[in-house]
């Protein structure tokens, strides 16, 4: 029999017939000791080949895996029967205590295996009986589990308890006893390395489970304000703060969602009231998250820089939305007033942020940016199509605004209403009106930096509506080219001179007074109250400005393009007949010579009609232009030196007077220069006489006389004294003007420019007959040459 053989058939025997080998006489305790020794060692070798310290561990993370999956579908069910729950709860915990004896037991086997591999071998054991039966006494309250042990069991069973029944102020409590007492054993060593890890391993997973069990919380709609914030500071307590930080982003968040939903649907028009609605809720939440995050976490960086990138994801989903619905539609259709309302509410709720360090208005503006400029230049070309359209049905009657429309600047008193109020066209009216409007809704949007493009957008349609002035005036030669650029639209003609200088009463007022005005209102707020206390000069306050000065410059500029076009069709008038024959040639001058009699001297014909041009042109200025003389000045300048400057650069009218085939004589030099001294005292009386119009002058007469000097002829012999054109001059004014009175010869002419009393000479009257006003031979009299008469003698008439 094998000694494998006698040990397993000595375990079946009782204690007193195992006893009984020891009474024999035959008894050899060192024979005895060797075979049991031999069969120790053969039963501690199988132990070894099947639980090595490797299965082991096998086996403890299989196990851990079963409770892990165990746990999580009791989560599942807990809610479906708690009473079970709560006897299965115990059921595993006894199954735990079960499993920890084994442990326990594979453990001491181990520890045992591990101490006969070293070959610690017992020196002696005790032979008394006595000593024997307390041996295996011993090893039977072994198998039993230790106080402590108990414990741990108890206490995972307690903490499962405490976070099934989500208590978890007291989980929290226990799983911070748990940790300390691991800090105990660990440090007073009462307990094993293996079990010590064990109760490590346990905290671990509970603490893991009750995070994930306040982040089921954290998600629910349920669970906000003081709660949320609980459940958020618990878990950042647990050691896990990033997540607690991000299950806090998260829920506000899908309560930020929640809201969109319930608001959307009952939205049935989107406007001020849904983007006010939806703003309040968007930011008001973005500023709970903030504070919520502040009063958690503090002001740590990594969870500051992770707010501030949450709160700008979720306003550039608001402005996504607030585009699609809001100011998508109110952009194509030129709807800048929606777009700039809308913005101004977002802009007031998000400047509530800021003193929480949240700045998200950038963010806002460069979202909204390009459905404004579209609104913008939607908003321009509504301006110059109604214009435009207006423009064609226009009679050019200057009258004041109609009853109801917008006042004349937004800060006039109501003291100063009925003198500032001006006197325009109806399309210059709505022009301006609409204009005021843009500027209104561009003034508040100052953050999108819109005040330099709006001035350009103002000159752009200014520009075009100074077109079509110039296509009303009849026979422009910019008429052709003005209506191929402005795709063919019809306008108006202005067909008398009072409508002609209505267009330009309209873009003068405009530029001058109107726009620059409205302009103001792109003025920051300090400026403007300055302008609202004395409105009359707030065009010169406005041309301090550097850019606002240029701009008004270029206003200016279109309208000088619409005064040459004036001042060029009226003397295109005076030099051209019907037909097209040059009115204003040499043979004037040229045949005076070849008549046998002496010529009656009077201004020619033509500088007859541009004088009464100019008077007609200052007495309709002087009801259109009150209150700004100088541009009716400038205007009269203008026309007189666009005549004499055609003169001075007729090639064709000099070619004749210097190389023609017959010379130019005494008495046509002395014609020419009485009209050219005609048009020097007219327009001097009428203070629109400029340096440029009187070099030209005295640059033609010069070449003139050069002329007739060429011919051999000393034109200073033959010319009558300065006197004698100031003395005719100013009596063909006076005559002319319907005013002779030879009575007092130095009475002052009145300007053209000031207020015009006597009525107007008609504009048929071309040719003035001297002998209606006066008999020739008093006339003849009164203007002889000095030579025969006796020039020193007469008086002459001041410049």
Not at 392 to 397: E, F, K, M, N, S
Not at 650 to 674: C, K, N, R, T, V
Not at 724 to 734: D, H
């Amino acid at each position: 029999m094998s000694i494998g053989d006698s040990a397993e058939l000595e375990g079946h025997l009782s204690l007193s017939d195992r006893l009984k080998v020891f009474k024999a006489s035959q008894f050899d305790p060192d024979a005895y000791l060797l075979s049991k020794c031999h069969a120790m060692t053969e039963k501690v070798s199988s132990l070894c080949l099947r639980f090595t310290l490797y299965e082991i561990r096998h086996v403890c993370s299989h196990l851990l895996e079963l409770r892990k999956a165990s746990a999580e579908e009791m989560r599942k069910s807990v809610y479906a029967n708690y009473t079970a729950f709560i006897r299965t709860s115990k059921e595993i915990s006894v199954l735990e205590g079960e499993l920890l004896s084994m442990r326990n037991l594979l453990s001491t086997q181990a520890a045992l295996v591990h101490g006969l591999a070293e070959g610690i071998i017992l020196d002696s054991l005790s032979t008394g009986p006595e000593d024997s039966e307390e041996e295996d006494i011993s090893d039977v309250e072994n198998t039993k589990l230790t106080k402590t042990e108990k414990w741990f069991v108890e206490f995972l069973d307690n903490l499962d308890v405490l976070l099934t029944e989500k208590r978890v102020e007291e989980a929290m409590a226990a799983l911070a006893e748990g940790e300390q007492l691991a800090k105990e054993a660990k440090s007073k060593q009462t307990l094993s390395s293996d079990a010590l890890l064990k109760l490590k391993s346990a905290l671990s997973v509970l603490r893991q489970k009750l995070v994930d069990q306040l982040a089921d919380a954290t998600c629910q709609p349920f669970t906000q304000g003081s709660e949320l914030r609980s459940a958020v500071l618990t878990i950042k307590n647990l050691g896990d703060g990033t997540r607690a930080h991000t299950l806090l982003l998260n829920s506000h968040q899908q309560r930020l969602h929640r809201g969109m939903q319930s608001l959307r649907p009952s939205s049935t028009s989107y406007g001020g009231a849904f983007t006010s609605a939806l703003s309040q809720l968007v930011f008001s939440t973005i500023a709970q998250a903030a504070s919520d995050s502040l009063a958690v976490f503090g002001e740590e960086p990594a969870y500051s820089s992770e707010l501030v990138t949450w709160a700008i994801k979720q306003t550039e989903v608001f402005a996504v939305l607030l585009k699609r619905h809001v100011l998508a539609l109110s952009a194509a259709a030129g709807g800048l007033r929606v777009a700039t309302e809308c913005i101004q509410i977002c802009l007031g709720h998000c400047s509530l942020l800021e003193a929480r360090g949240l700045a998200l208005s950038p963010v806002l503006l460069r979202l909204f940016r390009p459905s404004v400029q579209l609104a913008f230049s939607a908003n321009l070309k509504r301006i110059e199509q109604s214009s435009a359209a207006l423009a064609a049905a226009d009679d050019w009657v200057l009258t004041y605004a109609s009853v109801g429309a917008r006042p004349f600047s937004s800060t006039s008193s109501l003291n100063n209403a009925s003198t500032s109020q001006p006197k325009l066209s109806s399309s210059a009216h709505r022009f301006n009106s609409m204009v005021q409007e843009f500027l209104e809704d561009v003034g508040p949007l100052e953050s999108l930096q819109l005040d330099g493009p709006a001035l350009e957008g103002v000159l752009q349609v200014f520009n075009s509506y100074v077109n079509l002035l110039i296509n009303a005036l009849p026979g422009s030669m910019e008429n052709e080219e003005n209506l191929e650029g402005s795709g063919g639209k019809i306008v108006r003609m202005a067909e008398n001179e009072s409508q002609q200088m209505a267009l330009l009463a309209n873009a003068s007022l405009l530029a001058d007074e109107l726009l620059p005005r409205s302009a103001m209102k792109l003025l920051p707020l300090s400026q403007s109250n300055r302008v609202e206390a004395t409105p009359k000069r707030a065009s010169d306050r406005q041309s301090r400005l550097p850019e606002q000065r240029e701009w008004k410059r270029k206003l200016q500029r279109s309208v000088d393009r619409l005064r040459d076009s004036f001042c060029r069709q009226h003397a295109l008038d005076l030099i051209f007949t019907e037909d097209g024959d040059i009115r204003l040639n040499a043979q004037i001058y040229i045949s005076l010579d070849g008549n046998s009699e002496e010529p009656e001297w009077f201004p020619s014909p033509i500088f007859q009609e541009l004088f009464l041009k100019l008077t007609r042109i200052a007495s309709i200025a002087t009801d259109m232009f009150v209150g700004r003389e100088r541009f009716a000045t400038i205007l009269l300048m203008r026309l007189t030196e666009t005549v004499i400057l055609w003169l001075s650069d007729d090639q064709s009218f000099w070619e004749q007077i210097e190389q023609g085939p017959m010379p130019l004589g005494p008495l046509g030099l002395q014609q020419f220069y009485l009209d050219m001294e005609f048009v020097i005292i007219f327009s001097s009386q009428g203070r629109y006489l400029s340096r440029n119009l009187q070099q030209v002058i005295k640059n033609i007469i010069e070449r003139a006389i050069d002329a007739v000097t060429a011919t051999g002829i000393d034109p200073y012999s033959v010319l009558p004294e300065d006197d004698w054109f100031a003395e005719v001059a100013q009596i063909a004014i006076k005559m002319l003007s319907g005013k002779a009175n030879f009575s007092n010869m130095d009475r002052d002419v009145t300007s053209p420019t000031a207020s015009i009393s006597a009525k107007s000479i008609s504009s048929e009257c071309r040719v003035i007959d001297i002998s209606l006003h006066f008999p020739f031979n008093l006339f003849h009299k009164l203007v002889n040459r000095p030579s025969e008469t006796g020039a020193s003698d007469s008086e002459s008439s001041s410049n």
